[in-house]
């Protein structure tokens, strides 16, 4: 729907959503979203308005006429609680695109997820930093290295003035200090952050956790475009191997439920579900993580066929917990194929096993 | 902007994040989460063993600078060579690593890296397990410290079996692998059996004998000579006399090779009590005497005083007394010059007795006889009480026999306390007479008689 900026009621200024200049367009959905031009919208729609358009209406609309206090602290707290729902709902939607390499459309949810957490925790506050991180990656991405480092740099800013700053936050900071250093081709800084990286989300969540795993990912790509492959191949295998780890003892949650009887009740469900600790971002990031390894070990000339059949394995179970059966089946075949005459036969049987569960899964 | 960020949080941050840095930044990865995990667990343990314990106070790993840079210098070049698939230098690191905490006291972390050590030989080859049989020994004799003693006992059978087809191999100090093996096995067997002798007597009794066999295979003599000594020991016990004296003399026959006087007075004592519980106390004599002999001329004085009481006892049940209270005194003596005060009292008290049984015979017969100059030496005794039974009496002139009003009595009495005495003494003396003798005064001569 077109607007006319000098139609709009005297002292209210409509702005685009993306680049704060004067509306001509409104969403016709919502109503209470503007933009500058059809290309803006559209970026914003694909990137994240799709998702948070009806929740906008709630939290835009002027605020009705509530005559007692406690209604108004309600309704307060409310509002509030939707704004850190809408954080959480953004930066994730923000990190998934950026996993699957959709720099340009991770740019709005980023700046959506900004604009809230703004809102609820005022300017200086650490809680901006996972936003302006994924601003960061998302100008590194697009090759927009002043800008990420200027985002970068905020963060940091941040950080160093919260010194209980919690370490799962300073290793995201470093991790994307890093890859800006690795773009920029500056590989000893950017090995440096990765290591802060690694040493910060171990402090938080262990050695071989795949929060922990990103950080070696990178440091692998790094050593990679040096050159140093014995060190990247070593760095390769230990992320795979996270991965895989991880995901087998999903795959051993989802095929073990049908043991436990279904009338049991929502308890049993609940517990399941809890198990499958795979987020949106996360699963992007397995799918990125293990077919960037998957590619890189199929063109190595002198591979060890268990790191291949390993990678193989993993994205088979990742695409069982994703539910494309098709992909999980062609993968598992080629794991087949290349754990045999391997020598590690607790590796072949594991796969053996879960192509039978394959079978079961289609028949049911 | 890069140097200043880096110059400047290498003085913020503590050196154990420094130190993972720059581990990491080389794409040490496995070193990196091998350390930490190592750092971590020691934490864990802290909290577990709670602000009372005395771990809650020490220094803990992540601040000693000088085992971290250890640490990070052999594992990144454990990593090195890993990635270079050479196992055998793994090990080494490993090794040295294993060593350098070990001569630092810190256990927890030197069985650790013996145990990645073992790890590592299973994928080492082309050595035919050598590294693997060592791996094997140190992981043995770490569990051996710590007191697991049937798991050390695996490793070392482990390290044995590697060891046997491969007499070649030798170690620094000259020894071969084979022989090391069995001394260990052997070592570890009789430390396992005297654990648990208390409460599976015949479990025990096979453990000496696998001790035994190792001991014979390693080839070193006195270690047979040991555990033959136990061995027997141990048969002796269960009751078994003939096998016992079988591997006592086997003893005695090594100790006398390598003319170790000490060792042969234990055979000479053990297969002496392994006869005189078969009843064949002559031959026991006879060993006791070759006891007394060696003790005697090695100076063993100890040894010697024991034997002496020991010949004491068996002359004393056989009913030479005479032979009884020379041994005795003999072994008082003795326990005297040494200080010793417990065999000062037991041969003090044995002595005592023995010379009362000597005196017996003549009590009795002035007690019977009944005549005037006996009953005056008896009266005469009661004062002094010195042996003058034996003495001819000056004048054989018969008077009346008079009523022995109080000593029928005391013969009747005393009739049966040196018999019983004699049968509680053949080994040892009871704790009941040892303590009896504490309280006693310096007139023992006749004490078993008079005080009683």
């Keep these: 729907m077109t607007l006319n900026p000098l139609s709009n009621p005297k002292g209210v200024k409509l702005l685009c959503e993306l680049c704060q200049k004067p509306a001509y367009i409104q969403c016709t959905k919502c109503r209470v979203t503007y933009y500058c031009s059809v290309e803006h919208q559209k970026a914003d729609w694909m990137g994240i308005h799709q998702k948070i358009c009806p929740m906008l209406i709630e939290l835009r609309q002027a605020a009705p006429f509530l005559p007692s206090e406690e209604e108004r602290q309600k309704r307060e707290k409310q509002l509030s609680i939707k704004k850190r729902q809408m954080i959480d709902l953004t930066r994730t939607t923000g990190q998934k695109l950026l996993f699957e390499g959709r720099h340009e459309q991770a740019v709005p949810a980023a700046m959506q997820s900004l604009r809230f957490a703004i809102d609820v925790h005022g300017l200086a506050s650490i809680e901006l930093v996972p936003s302006y991180l994924i601003l960061g990656e998302a100008s590194i991405g697009l090759g927009r290295l002043n800008q990420a480092e200027e985002y970068l740099a905020q963060a940091q800013w941040t950080v160093l003035k919260t010194p209980e700053c919690s370490n799962a936050i300073k290793s995201k900071l470093y991790r994307n200090l890093g890859l800006l250093y690795a773009a920029k081709g500056e590989y000893d800084e950017s090995l440096r952050q990765l290591a802060d990286d690694i040493y910060h989300a171990s402090e938080e969540f262990g050695t071989s956790d795949i929060r922990t795993s990103g950080g070696y990912f990178h440091m692998a790509n790094v050593f990679f475009r040096q050159g140093r492959m014995d060190v990247a191949d070593s760095l390769y295998r230990e992320v795979s191997e996270i991965w895989y780890n991880h995901l087998l003892k999903i795959v051993h949650v989802r095929t073990r439920t049908p043991d436990i009887p279904k009338g049991i009740g929502p308890l049993v469900q609940e517990q399941s579900e809890e198990e499958d600790g795979l987020d949106e971002a996360q699963e992007a990031e397995a799918v990125q993580v293990l077919n960037a390894i998957y590619d890189m070990r199929e063109h190595q000339p002198n591979r060890k066929a268990e790191d291949l059949a390993r990678v193989c394995h993993a994205l088979a179970m990742l695409y069982f917990i994703l539910y494309d059966i098709q992909k999980a089946k062609e993968f598992g075949r080629k794991a087949v194929v290349t754990s045999e005459g391997d020598r590690d036969d607790q590796l072949s049987r594991t796969v053996v096993e879960f192509m039978k569960v394959l079978e079961t899964q289609r028949t049911a | ?452």
């Design chain 2, 1 to 452: 902007m890069a140097s200043y960020s880096g110059s400047i949080s290498s003085y913020r941050n503590s050196y154990k994040h420094n130190l993972c840095l720059d581990m990491l930044q080389d794409g040490y990865h496995k070193s990196f989460s091998e350390l930490f995990a190592l750092i971590q667990q020691q934490e864990e343990e802290r909290l577990r063993q709670g602000p009372e314990s005395l771990m809650w106070t020490q220094k803990m790993l992540k601040d000693r600078h000088q085992e971290l840079d250890m640490l990070k210098f052999h594992l990144t070049k454990a990593e090195e060579a890993l990635r270079k698939d050479d196992y055998s230098e793994v090990y080494h690191n490993r090794y040295e690593l294993a060593r350098y905490f070990q001569s630092t006291g810190d256990k927890w972390l030197s069985d650790h890296f013996f145990n990645t050590c073992l790890q590592t030989t299973d994928l080492v080859t082309g050595d035919e397990g050598k590294l693997r049989a060592q791996g094997h020994d140190n992981v043995g004799s770490a569990l051996e410290e710590n007191g697991d003693y049937i798991a050390a006992a695996e490793h070392y059978e482990a390290y044995y079996k590697l060891a046997v087809d491969h007499k070649e191999w030798i170690q620094a100090d000259g020894l071969t692998y084979h022989t090391e093996a069995c001394i260990n096995l052997s070592r570890i067997y009789t430390v396992i059996a005297d654990k648990i002798v208390e409460e599976e007597a015949e479990k025990s009794l096979e453990y000496l004998k696998d001790a035994h066999r190792y001991a014979n295979e390693s080839g070193d003599r006195t270690l047979e000579g040991k555990t033959a000594y136990k061995l027997g020991q141990a048969y002796d016990k269960s009751g078994d006399g003939e096998t016992a004296l079988q591997y006592l003399k086997a003893y005695l026959d090594i100790c006398n090779a390598s003319k170790d006087s000490d060792g042969i007075g234990k055979a000479c004592d053990a297969i002496a009590k392994a006869y005189a519980r078969q009843g064949k106390l002559e031959s026991s004599i006879d060993y006791l005497k070759k006891f007394v002999e060696v003790s005697e001329s090695g100076g063993e004085e100890k040894g010697l005083s024991r034997a002496c009481h020991n010949l004491g006892n068996i002359y004393n049940s056989l009913g030479k007394y005479e032979e009884a209270t020379e041994y005795f005194s003999k072994a008082y003596n003795i326990a005297r010059s040494m200080g010793d005060m417990e065999s000062i009292s037991t041969n003090r008290v044995q002595y005592g007795i023995a010379m009362a049984h000597r005196m017996m015979t003549g009590f009795g017969e002035h007690v019977v006889l009944g005549n005037r100059p006996s009953l005056e030496r008896l009266i005469q005794w009661k004062d002094d009480r010195t042996d003058e039974f034996k003495k001819p009496f000056p004048e054989p002139k018969v008077e009346e026999p008079k009523p022995p009003s109080p000593v029928p009595a005391q013969t009747q009495e005393e009739n049966p306390v040196p018999s019983n005495n004699n049968a509680d003494e053949e080994e040892k003396p009871s704790s009941q007479q040892r303590e009896a003798t504490v309280e006693e005064t310096e007139t023992y001569e006749s004490t078993s008689l008079a005080e009683s």
